[in-house]
């Protein structure tokens, strides 16, 4: 399975989509374009429809996750910027996706923006986020779309100083007892010790970013107990990813510190997604589907419709993509297609904060309506099968 996600960042450009001056006189002093289109591009706003499944949502293979009715000029144009966001942002989701369901009932924390471009990054924590990470390191994501922000002292920082105690002192002065302390720079038990001792019972949290993170978090667990700090945490980092988050499940773990492969899609860093034209009018203006039929190139015309199956307890068996129609709902099933943009115009909700609060519920109601081989972290089928109706 796959998690959208991106779409109110999609849906934030789509309704501010322009050619300003720069860009006009950049596209016709470079001759990619003629005046007649220069004339087009300096008017260009988008007035049709979209249509889609929303942020936070679960899909399979060919589910018609955005639905874009409009001229076909005006689409075309979209094409690249659609394919940009959708394809990242919902990479990174599915990725976060599976290393929620690998952490349990432990929070897990993105960290990936040196990993990553930029602008990217802010994207993914907003991506990582929707797919229940609990708060991120980017505090452009935090001021942009209202994300809980967290940070982690460095090794440079402990480095700074002449020992290890008074660098925890440094940061306890300035934080308070309820920071967490990085005790892997140098000994770790010496590290822990120092924290105590500094901190007492009240230390928020330690942090171990290298080793055997299994093995040391025994210790460092057990340590902490007979210290009499059986309240502190244990957060871990080092260059995690789903699958050794899920070997830490055994282990005294309380958090997790998540970079690389968060942002990189954990092997996948795009969701492979397409944008085809699948109807036109005709000379009567009627639509009529059209489909690519090349071998290894094969499309399904006509305009889809989704719905997903649930049985009498709730949990999803199959997904029906209608063809030219509504799939019939029997009162127990989901509509998927959710509409966005009517007439060029944004509808509310679906942007800003309320849109990743929003999209963040989704993905927690949608896992819950899956069945438990979501969890499955190898390769194999998808989730639910994929049923097409055609009229």
């Given at each position: 399975y796959g998690i959208v996600a991106g779409t109110g960042?999609?849906?934030?450009?789509?309704?501010?989509?322009?050619?300003?001056?720069?860009?006009?006189?950049?596209?016709?002093?470079?001759?990619?374009?003629?005046q007649d289109t220069l004339d087009y591009l300096a008017n260009y706003r988008?007035?049709?429809?979209?249509?889609?499944?929303?942020?936070?949502?679960?899909?399979?293979?060919?589910?018609?996750?955005?639905?874009?009715e409009s001229t076909f000029a005006e689409?075309?144009?979209?094409e690249t910027y659609v394919l940009s966001v959708l394809n990242h942002d919902s990479a990174i989701a599915s990725a976060a996706s599976r290393m929620?369901?690998?952490?349990?009932?432990?929070?897990?924390i993105e960290m990936g923006s040196r990993r990553t471009?930029?602008?990217?990054?802010?994207?993914?924590a907003r991506a990582a986020v929707i797919a229940g990470f609990s708060s991120t390191s980017n505090l452009a994501a935090g001021m942009r779309y209202g994300i809980k922000t967290v940070g982690t002292a460095a090794h440079s920082f402990t480095l700074l100083h002449d020992t290890e105690h008074d660098a925890f002192e440094a940061q306890l002065a300035s934080l308070g007892t309820g920071?967490?302390?990085?005790?892997?720079?140098?000994?770790?038990?010496a590290a822990v010790r120092a924290?105590?001792?500094?901190?007492?019972?009240?230390?928020?949290?330690v942090r171990l970013d290298s080793g055997d993170l299994v093995t040391q978090a025994s210790w460092v667990r057990q340590l902490l107990d007979q210290l009499g700090?059986?309240?502190?945490?244990?957060?871990?980092?080092?260059d995690l990813d789903e699958y050794a988050i899920a070997a830490l499940q055994s282990a005294p773990v309380d958090s997790y510190g998540v970079g690389t492969s968060l942002v990189t899609g954990s092997g996948a860093p795009t969701a492979s997604m397409v944008y085809k034209l699948v109807s036109r009018t005709d000379d009567a203006g009627t639509f009529v589907p059209v489909a690519k039929a090349a071998k290894n190139k094969i499309s399904m015309g006509g305009r889809k419709y989704a719905l997903r199956k649930l049985n009498d307890r709730g949990i999803a068996t199959h997904e029906i993509v209608g063809i030219g129609h509504r799939p019939e709902d029997d009162g127990n099933d989901r509509p998927l297609l959710q509409q966005f943009v009517k007439n060029g115009e944004l509808l509310p909700g679906w942007t800003g904060h309320e849109g990743v609060v929003r999209a963040r519920q989704r993905h927690a109601d949608t896992m819950a309506e899956l069945p438990a081989v979501v969890n499955r972290l190898q390769r194999g089928e998808p989730a639910i099968p994929t049923i097409y109706e055609e009229n």
């Open positions: 960042r999609l849906l934030e450009g789509v309704t501010n989509f322009r050619f300003g001056e720069a860009e006009l006189d950049f596209l016709g002093r470079t001759g990619v374009v003629n988008f007035t049709g429809d979209i249509w889609g499944y929303p942020e936070g949502e679960a899909y399979f293979p060919n589910s018609p996750i955005l639905i874009v689409a075309c144009m979209l929620i369901s690998a952490a349990g009932t432990r929070p897990c471009h930029e602008e990217s990054a802010t994207a993914a920071t967490s302390l990085l005790v892997d720079t140098y000994d770790v038990e924290a105590v001792e500094l901190a007492g019972p009240k230390l928020g949290g700090n059986e309240h502190t945490r244990i957060m871990v980092t080092s």
